[in-house]
């Protein structure tokens, strides 16, 4: 099976469906002198019986034809005669081929013809087509020799001469290596030899530079086929070569580009885009590639807009990508992540202005071009013998995103047409991917800023309670999250600590993050239980849930994950409660890591009607409180317990500040580019002493009033707070006259000095008091009114197992 053809029609016929070309030589005469095996498969007729016979039997040709064809200008400006014709098989049978009809010339300008043609039934269907079939032996300009038994050339045709620049008359009656001066000529005399000897029909593929492209190498296909007398010696080999540089480099940017679809893109970061088509570039199409981007790309907001012929703004690029061939990239002078000024005057700018590409096959370097503004670009070329270049834009539809430049050093064939186009395919591959990863930084940046802005940007410290707090987000692959956490005082000195995790990634978590916290702080205002407070979010994320039902938003969120906390300094006792979220971490003051074991619940949202459940626990003095969100203990290559126990190992170091072992905590982390958002948040637990609370318990008597003044009084006394004496006063007479008028059964007061003073008066009775405006001729219903006028915050929380307390806030005078 032949390969000339292989090579002529590059991938458009499968290889294996190639088919034998039967070759014949006539005289000028039409008198068959030369008979190949391939042209006895194709009709059946024996050297013998075809040697020194016209070859009018087998094909419609005649000798008048022949004859015509010498002296036409068309058929000798084409090199001979191709189309379709009738072939007689031996056997009787007519089939179709396939022809080419090929002038040869021999000494004294003789005339031969070198007749090949094909089975058109042997072809597949998809060959069998009408420009296919013609391309087999038609369009390709095939070069044809025939030499005699010594390989001195005997005829040749002119596409000879266009392949390997040998004149006809230099070429006859030589050997190859005589005519040609060419390392290469050695070697083909020896597979023609070959081809010779064994009869069998030879492929060889070989390099030359033809004459018409000195500077390109091109790659030569070529067929070996013995010609036989009609005794069946050989009488010589005739050779066909078809140039298959165009199929070649056809192949070669395909593979180039199918490589790059595989190399460009796997990831969202600009700056790694921009190298990788640097590294795909170098070697294949260049010997250097910079890539340089705007700046403001790489932070997603948009990109520089054309820059018109008559602006002077020169805009600021940063190199993103740099590879050569030589070890250090000598030929750059700055450094990937540097700022890169683009020149004035020079192809730069005109590619930004113009949007087109810009070609120079010989690089002009001389003195008074666009180099002079440009010395180290300049000095750059000189010194690494910089011959060729391309520069070409990197846009998207509405707006330039940098440029791409490649360069040839050591590769001496300059930048061709095809080159550019490659180098074009190239880069719009890449600005694709680029405009994705802009888009990308840009909705990364929102819900990064829109997370920063959302989460408690200084956490609340107290005399109860020290905080502590990391936030990682994740990597660029898979978004931000929508990790939260909090720290929110409560009345009595209490403190609620808060962590949660919304599912999903992306701007939408973000925002639906900050609606729940929102909903926590609401909440929490309340003062409810833990177990509560997550059964009233559970059914807040419910209904965000159904709201977002309808909008087919692929990136919607369908629930979230939370711990909620609350420490009481008085008791030293926490109440925990979790929706599906990981159990916190209790630190001991000797440094004891345990995970206590809390009813998981289920996450928010869900819609499983399942109570949630509050765990108590009583902390000691110094007692350290870690709580976290999954991305600090999973991964893809860990389980969930490696993860937990490489937490407890980091925070068994009960000497470390609080911000040192957030530190420790973080630095164990597997990676600081993790698949999930991380968040971390420990509190050190403090104990109210004795002497900072103080509590009665009274009759519900509406002369316990004065009584409570006095106690009142006495306690303020006491701690040195005699300023706050008539407020006070008022505040405990209105709570507890409250408490007697609408509750049954014996009255709390209770006093607490920490930050602020706080009053608390508790009763047996459920009923809320609410704020009213009472008018000028109502008796009552301006208890809560003065109260609110007194203090800086007041409210009511239920007891368990029933009753509630109303409290007072005042602030401490700022000496004390």
């Known amino acids: ?40 498969r194709l009709v059946g007729y024996p050297a013998a019986e075809v040697m020194g016979r016209p070859i009018s039997t087998i094909l419609p040709l005649t000798r008048r034809t022949l004859r015509e064809w010498s002296t036409s200008e068309q058929c000798l400006a084409r090199g001979g005669w191709s189309g379709t014709s009738t072939v ?131 790659a030569i296909a070529a067929s070996y ?46 700056m790694q885009i921009g190298q990788e088509l640097a590294d795909i570039a170098v070697p294949l199409l260049a010997d250097y590639v910079n890539v340089d981007l705007a700046e403001s790309i790489q932070f997603g907001e948009a990109p520089f807009a054309r820059i018109g012929p008559s602006d002077h703004r020169r805009p600021v690029l940063r190199r993103a990508g740099v590879a050569s061939i030589h070890p250090g990239v000598p030929e750059s002078p700055w450094a990937r992540g540097d700022l890169v000024a683009v020149p004035p005057n020079s192809p730069f700018t005109k590619v930004l202005s113009s949007g087109r590409s810009h070609l120079e096959p010989v690089l002009d370097g001389s003195p008074g071009t666009w180099f002079d503004h440009d010395p180290d670009r300049a000095r750059t070329m000189r010194e690494s013998g910089m011959h060729s270049l391309m520069i070409v834009p990197i846009r998207t539809r509405h707006a330039f995103l940098g440029t791409a430049v ?72 898979n978004g931000v999250g929508g990790d939260w956490f909090d720290v929110i005082p409560l009345s009595g000195a209490r403190t609620a600590l808060v962590v949660g995790d919304v599912v999903g990634h992306g701007i939408n978590a973000a925002a639906t993050m900050g609606r729940l916290r929102t909903a926590v702080h609401t909440l ?36 979230a994950t939370c711990l909620y906390a609350v420490y009481d300094p008085v008791s030293r006792k926490c109440a925990l409660a979790r929706a599906g979220h990981p159990p916190p971490a209790v630190i001991d003051p000797r440094g004891k890591v345990t995970f206590p074991d809390l009813p998981t619940g289920t996450p928010l949202g869900v819609g499983m009607g399942v109570p949630f459940e509050a765990v108590e626990l009583e902390l000691p003095e110094g007692s350290r409180l870690a709580l976290y969100t999954d991305g600090l203990i999973e991964s893809r290559d860990h389980d969930i317990g490696a993860g937990m126990k490489r937490l407890g190992d980091a925070l068994a170091h009960p000497g470390r500040s609080l911000e040192g072992l957030c530190s420790s905590v973080m630095e164990t982390l597997p990676t600081q580019s993790p698949c999930d958002d991380v968040t971390l948040l ?135």
């Open 225 to 270: 086929f013995r010609l036989e007398d009609a005794d069946g010696q050989a009488m010589g080999v005739c050779c066909m070569s078809v140039d298959v540089t165009a199929a070649q480099r056809a192949r070669e940017r395909l593979a180039i580009l199918s490589e790059a679809s595989t190399r460009i893109g796997n990831s969202l970061d600009v």
């Open 406 to 477: 490649f360069i040839r050093t050591e590769e001496p064939t300059p930048f061709q047409e095809d080159d550019l186009l490659l180098a074009e395919e190239l880069v719009s591959r890449t600005a694709l991917s680029l405009d994705n990863a802009r888009r990308y930084a840009q909705e990364r940046s929102a819900s990064l800023t829109l997370q920063r802005n959302l989460l408690p940007q200084c956490l609340v410290q107290g005399t109860a309670i020290e905080t502590a707090s990391r936030y990682l987000p994740a990597d660029a692959d």
């Open 524 to 559: 929490a205002e309340l003062d409810l239980a833990p177990d509560e407070l997550l059964a009233h979010l559970d059914d807040t994320v419910r209904r965000l849930t159904e709201e977002d039902a309808d909008s087919h938003d692929p990136t919607r969120v369908t629930g």
């Open 88 to 218: 007689r098989h031996r056997d009787g049978h007519a089939l179709k081929a396939s022809l080419r009809i090929s002038l040869l010339w021999g000494q004294g300008r003789q005339i031969h013809w070198l007749v090949s043609g094909t089975d058109i039934a042997s072809l597949s269907p998809a060959a069998s087509t009408g420009w296919v079939r013609d391309s087999l032996l038609t369009h390709t300009p095939i070069g044809i020799v025939v030499r005699d038994r010594d390989l001195r050339c005997a005829w040749a045709n002119d596409a000879m001469e266009q392949q390997d620049g040998v004149p006809w008359d230099q070429r006859l009656g030589r050997g190859l290596a005589a005519a040609l001066s060419d390392p290469e000529a050695e070697r083909l005399e020896k597979v023609m030899r070959q081809a010779l000897d064994s009869g069998i029909t030879t492929v060889h593929e070989y390099r030359t530079w033809p004459p018409a492209d000195p500077r390109r190498e091109h």
């Open 682 to 816: 420990i509190a050190r637990t403090h104990a109210l002493s004795a002497s900072q609370t103080t509590c009665w318990e009274l009759p519900g008597d509406p002369a316990v009033v004065r009584c409570a003044r006095t106690l009142v009084t006495r306690q303020l006394a006491r701690w040195g707070l005699e300023r706050l004496e008539a407020s006070t006063q008022l505040i405990v007479s209105e709570l507890v006259t409250n408490a007697v008028r609408h509750a049954t059964g014996p009255i709390g007061l209770r006093m607490i000095r920490h930050r602020v003073l706080t009053c608390e008066v508790s009763d047996t009775s459920d009923t809320l008091p609410r704020l009213r405006h009472a008018g000028t001729s109502d008796e009552g219903g301006r208890g809560l009114y003065i109260v609110a006028q007194l203090c800086r915050r007041h409210g009511t929380r239920c007891l368990t197992p029933g009753g509630k307390t109303v409290w007072a806030e005042q602030e401490l005078d700022p000496g004390i």
């Open 1 to 40: 099976m032949t390969e000339i053809l292989q090579g002529s029609l590059c991938e458009r016929l499968d290889p294996r469906e190639t088919p034998d070309v039967a070759l014949a030589m006539i005289d000028a005469e039409g008198t068959v002198v030369g008979w190949t095996t391939t042209a006895e």
